[in-house]
C-alpha cells in the first residue's frame, strides 16, 4: 500500500512537471506599438522613454480585463482588489468579458489601439503599456505607478506638458 501511495506522488510530480513545461504560465508587457517589453528590463524601458507611462488615461487610472471563468484572472482581481485598497488615489476599470458584448468590444478597441492580434486576460493598461498575465501584473503594475507618480507633477499630465513646454500657466 506504501509503495502504490508513493507511486501515486511520483506521478502527480511528474504530471504537474510536465504540465509547467508544456503550459508555462506566461504574461508579457507590451508598448502601444505592440512591441513586447521584458519584464526585467521595463524601469530601464520607463527611464529610456517616459512616454510609456503616459497615455490616454491619467496617471494611477487603470483598465483591468478578465474573464470570471479565468483562474489567473481571480488571481489578478484578488491582487488589484488587495493593491488598490493600500492604494486609495487609484481608479480601477473593470472589464469582464463574460458579462456582455460591450465588455468584449472595449477589450478590442484596446487590442486595436495596441497593436495586438491576440492578447490574453487577465491584462491591465496603465499608461502606453498592457501588463498580460497575473504574474506581470503583480510584478510589474506598483513599478508603472511609482514612475508615474515621478515622472508626472501633482498638476498630473497637462501640467507635465505645460512644464515641458516651459510654460508658467498653473491650473
Known amino acids: 500500500m506504501r509503495s502504490f501511495f508513493y507511486q501515486i506522488i511520483?506521478?502527480?510530480?511528474?504530471?504537474?512537471?510536465?504540465?509547467?513545461?508544456?503550459?508555462?504560465?506566461?504574461g508579457t508587457v507590451y508598448s502601444i506599438d505592440g512591441s513586447e517589453i521584458e519584464s526585467g528590463s521595463l524601469?530601464?524601458?520607463?527611464?529610456?522613454?517616459?512616454s510609456l507611462i503616459m497615455g490616454?488615461?491619467?496617471?494611477?487610472?487603470?483598465?483591468f480585463f478578465s474573464n470570471s471563468h479565468c483562474g489567473a484572472c481571480h488571481m489578478a482581481r484578488d491582487y488589484l482588489n488587495s493593491f488598490s485598497l493600500e492604494h486609495p488615489d487609484l481608479e480601477l476599470f473593470r472589464y469582464d468579458l463574460a458579462e456582455g458584448d460591450t465588455n468584449r468590444t472595449t477589450f478590442e478597441e484596446y487590442k486595436r489601439k495596441f497593436h495586438l492580434n491576440h492578447l490574453s486576460v487577465p491584462s491591465v493598461v496603465v499608461g502606453n503599456l498592457t501588463l498580460?498575465?497575473?504574474?506581470?501584473?503583480?510584478?510589474?503594475?506598483?513599478?508603472i505607478l511609482n514612475f508615474q507618480k515621478k515622472q508626472l507633477p501633482h498638476g498630473g499630465i497637462i501640467s507635465y506638458l505645460l512644464q515641458l513646454l516651459n510654460l508658467k500657466i498653473s491650473i
Open 10 to 26: 511520483i506521478f502527480l510530480v511528474a504530471l504537474i512537471w510536465i504540465c509547467l513545461a508544456v503550459f508555462p504560465v506566461a
Open 43 to 50: 524601469p530601464e524601458y520607463i527611464m529610456s522613454e517616459p
Open 56 to 63: 490616454d488615461l491619467k496617471p494611477g487610472q487603470i483598465v
Open 132 to 143: 498580460e498575465g497575473a504574474q506581470d501584473i503583480r510584478n510589474n503594475l506598483e513599478i
